[in-house]
């Protein structure tokens, strides 16, 4: 029994090898998560391990307030110069250095603008002196107020060059400064995982990067000789008190990778999820070709039993087949998910400024999951074609019609079941009540619904597929490819399916996205009422600011009524972190954004007093009048008195601070300015005297209203994109499996089309009829997944109306480009079944058994 499944197997090559596609494809995604997050992982390892190699100890002072790795930039606390000299006095330290190292240092390039980082930080900070790991490649230190130093990696990126006249931002507005020096990094590295640096004399650096004199961000320790790291932490943590947190160089370089390791994670999920729709989409495909495969040996298989096979032994011959395949296809699939691995890891190495990367390594977690997922899921996809196999009777071998149609009964009420229960779960999980496993329940929720449509797509096949071939009836190989496509509802069903799952995804995410933007540019519309808007698009974890000054500057423009500054930070409001804002103009938030009062006065806003939105106010329990403590990024806690309460609405909502407050924000400058006009003044005549206001402020543009609403809303344009792209994939596979179905139909219908040619078919009107076949199946899966995707997509729009997405967009344009190019798709996926069956040698044909 064995060598005749291997004989079997062996003479189904193509047919397996198309079907293990679908495997190496999903099994690709999987292992290249974990050889990306592996190699990457290891990199940063050996990053901060470089980074944190001279620290023997680090002292900081502990911050004003803690925050998340994705809840925003942990501010460094500064803490008085004295504390240098308590380290220095203690035994055991043989150098401590004060230093000043804060992200938030920008220099303005050659071409004027900003240079910008994706991730990676943008230091500011004192100049030490070169060491082991830092080395002045031209120039030499900072000495004067208005002298720099900066990484090479910096200087590449802004095209500057030593003795240059440079912009620097900072918590200030612009200052210039002269380059005196460019460094590098041992190894002959332009920069550290892409961090671009400025180093200032110390007073400088801590004017600028920490608002105050003689104060520090850190005290990087070095033990004497025979001293510990961990004895000398211990005892520079008693030097100094409860207010400082102290660690080894070894721990700092532990938690900083954690850290980030962290946001590796969750960006491995998100490939995994990708991975498994690919895996979805590979079920439907093999699940079909071991069906006809299992259809096309009825009779072998019955001889099989009617020689002595048991039913256990056919089963076991048709799981055998399935493990070779997913045992193939693993191999393949683990091969080229290092290779995508190592590429996306070397992509982000250069999208992080140059990240020198570990060598690329194969971790177990890919190759168990590579193995685990190819066999489970070719076995599972494989199993109910077995038990089918297992009950062919030996009678079927003496007949020559061994598979006839089945009724839909069965198949039709365990679709409803699982649909039924998608439809429950989904429902649970959007309206809120999976408590915390929401994301689980809706994902679950998907899942469940896509299974049991699939399962109930055999049911309309045959109505839909005739619908849709009506449109080549006239002509008459167009009339046998529709009747062709019809005659097996489940296996058009499950080939329909395939590409219904890719479609579905793409147009349900395609119609959340679009009715968000859609709901956000209506509601900015209807709640903005400044004519020019002040503003940058973020590239990394800090918003562009401008100088405050901006604000006072554009109110003395002639026709301009109401400048407001926006400023924005997260903050401990009553013992919880909130995001909090603070307004220059108080008066704006009844003027420009037609906030409606509740309680108390929302129009002004004096030292001590905030502003709260609805909402929030009911979460906490306040009142007019209520005092609430806040502790923000700098400075001492202080208590707010609340004085107004005003309406929630999607695009406002919170706590609002007076204007002083921004000083003690970790980004004290404006990052948004609104400037309403006069009426009849004109927005462009404003404009260009705004823009001349913003010459030293390159991180921001100024635009009216309706551009800037446009530019905001067209940041989820990119993500779709995004998203469209790795969806793809699970596209690719649904037409891999139109292929696959059609190829293994033309070899089950040889004798049939031999006959068809005898009786006068030609062999373009042959291709002709594949072709329909391939372009209605085509097209009814296409159209499955619009009409799936748009209801998904639907529900969710519909359970965030509460959030602000309260208009549902249908993408009418994209669904028709998508059953479009199903109906290319069909075609493409048609020529080499098509170009087989018109090669077939009629009398062999004919003849065929």
Avoid: C
């Amino acid at each position: 029994m064995f060598r005749a499944t291997l004989k079997s197997l062996l003479a189904r090559k193509v047919r397996l090898i198309l079907s293990g596609l679908a495997v190496v494809l999903g099994v690709m995604f999987v292992s290249g998560a974990f050889v990306l997050t592996d190699t990457l992982g290891r990199s940063f390892d050996s990053l901060f391990a470089d980074a944190y190699a001279e620290v023997d100890v680090n002292v900081a002072a502990k911050p004003k307030l803690e925050l998340g790795e994705m809840e925003g930039e942990q501010l460094a606390s500064p803490f008085p110069a004295a504390t240098l000299e308590t380290v220095r006095a203690v035994d055991g330290v043989a150098e401590a250095t004060g230093v000043v190292a804060v992200d938030g240092a920008r220099l303005i390039g050659s071409n004027g603008k900003a240079v910008t980082s994706f991730g990676p930080p943008q230091l500011g900070g004192n100049w030490t002196g070169e060491s082991d790991l830092v080395r002045l490649r031209e120039g030499r230190a900072p000495q004067a107020d208005d002298e720099i130093v900066i990484n090479k990696g910096l200087a590449d990126a802004g095209r500057v060059a030593l003795g240059d006249r440079v912009g620097v931002l900072t918590l200030q507005p612009r200052q210039d400064f002269t380059i005196v020096g460019i460094f590098g990094y041992s190894g002959d590295r332009d920069s550290l995982g892409g961090a671009n640096e400025v180093m200032f004399t110390t007073p400088v650096a801590q004017q600028l990067m920490l608002g105050e004199s003689d104060v520090f961000s850190n005290i990087v320790v070095t033990a004497a000789d025979g001293v510990s790291d961990d004895q000398l932490r211990d005892a520079v943590a008693t030097a100094v008190g409860d207010g400082y947190v102290v660690k080894t160089g070894e721990q700092l370089s532990a938690e900083a990778a954690a850290g980030l390791k962290e946001g590796l994670s969750f960006f491995n999920r998100i490939l995994l999820g990708f991975a498994a729709v690919a895996l979805l989409v590979g079920t439907f495909l093999i699940l079909n070709t071991f069906s006809i495969i299992v259809a096309q040996r009825t009779r072998e298989l019955a001889l099989l039993r009617a020689v002595g096979a048991s039913g256990k032994q056919i089963i076991g011959s048709v799981v055998l087949e399935a493990v070779a395949v997913g045992l193939i296809a693993s191999v393949f699939g683990l091969a080229a998910g290092i290779g995508i691995g190592a590429l996306l890891a070397y992509l982000f190495g250069n999208l992080a400024g140059g990240l020198a990367l570990a060598g690329v390594a194969v971790p177990a977690s890919a190759v168990i999951g590579a193995f685990g997922v190819g066999l489970v899921i070719t076995v599972l996809a494989a199993l109910l074609p077995a038990l089918r196999a297992a009950r062919i009777p030996p009678i079927a071998a003496m007949q020559d019609v061994a598979t006839p149609d089945r009724p839909l009964t069965k198949v039709t009420v365990g679709g409803a079941l699982v649909t039924a229960i998608g439809a429950t779960l989904l429902f649970l999980g959007l309206g809120g009540y999976a408590g915390g496993s929401t994301l689980a329940t809706i994902l679950g929720g998907v899942l469940f619904s896509f299974i049991g449509v699939a399962l109930l797509t055999p049911l309309i096949s045959r109505p839909v597929v005739a619908a849709l071939g009506t449109v080549f009836s006239g002509w008459v190989p167009g009339k046998l490819g529709r009747l062709n496509s019809g005659r097996n509802p489940r296996r058009t069903a499950i080939t329909a399916a395939a590409l219904m799952v890719g479609i579905a995804l793409v147009t349900g995410i395609t119609v959340i996205l679009d009715s968000a933007k859609s709901s956000i540019s209506g509601l900015a519309q209807d709640s903005i009422s400044a004519e020019l808007v002040i503003a940058g698009a973020q590239s990394g974890p800090r918003p562009p600011t401008f100088d405050p000054a901006v604000l006072d500057e554009a109110k003395a423009i002639p026709g301009v009524r109401l400048v407001d500054g926006e400023y924005g930070d997260m903050a401990l409001v009553g013992g919880e972190r909130t995001w909090v804002g603070a307004s220059s103009e108080p008066s704006a938030l009844v003027e420009m954004f037609g906030a409606t009062a509740t309680a108390g006065d929302i129009g002004r806003l004096g030292p001590g007093q905030m502003l709260i939105s609805s909402d929030a106010a009911e979460s906490r329990g306040l009142s007019v009048g209520s005092t609430v403590p806040v502790q923000l990024a700098r400075g001492e806690e202080r208590t707010y008195t609340v004085t107004g309460i005003y309406e929630s609405t999607p695009l406002f909502g919170g706590v609002t601070l007076p204007a002083e407050a921004a000083r003690d924000f970790a980004i004290p400058q404006p990052i948004q300015g609104y400037i309403q006009l006069e009426p009849g003044v004109r927005a462009a005549d404003v404009l260009p005297q705004v823009e001349a206001l913003l010459t030293d402020s390159p991180e921001v543009s100024v635009a009216d209203r309706d551009a800037f609403i446009e530019q905001q809303a067209g940041q989820l344009d990119g993500l779709l994109q995004m998203i469209q792209i790795l969806l793809a994939l699970a596209i690719v596979i649904a037409v891999l499996g139109i292929i696959n179905t059609l190829a293994l139909s033309v070899l089950e219908r040889t004798r049939e089309l031999g006959l068809l040619r005898a009786i006068g078919l030609r062999r373009s009107q042959t291709m002709g009829m594949i072709t329909v076949e391939a372009v209605v199946i085509s097209v009814f899966g296409a159209l499955l997944g619009v009409v799936v995707g748009a209801g998904l997509g639907a529900a969710v729009v519909e359970a965030l109306r509460d959030e602000g997405i309260t208009k549902l967009v249908l993408p009418w344009g994209q669904m028709g480009v998508f059953l479009g190019l199903a109906a290319i798709i069909g075609v493409i996926a048609a020529a080499l079944p098509a170009i087989r069956a018109a090669r077939i040698n009629v009398l062999g044909a004919i003849a065929h058994d």
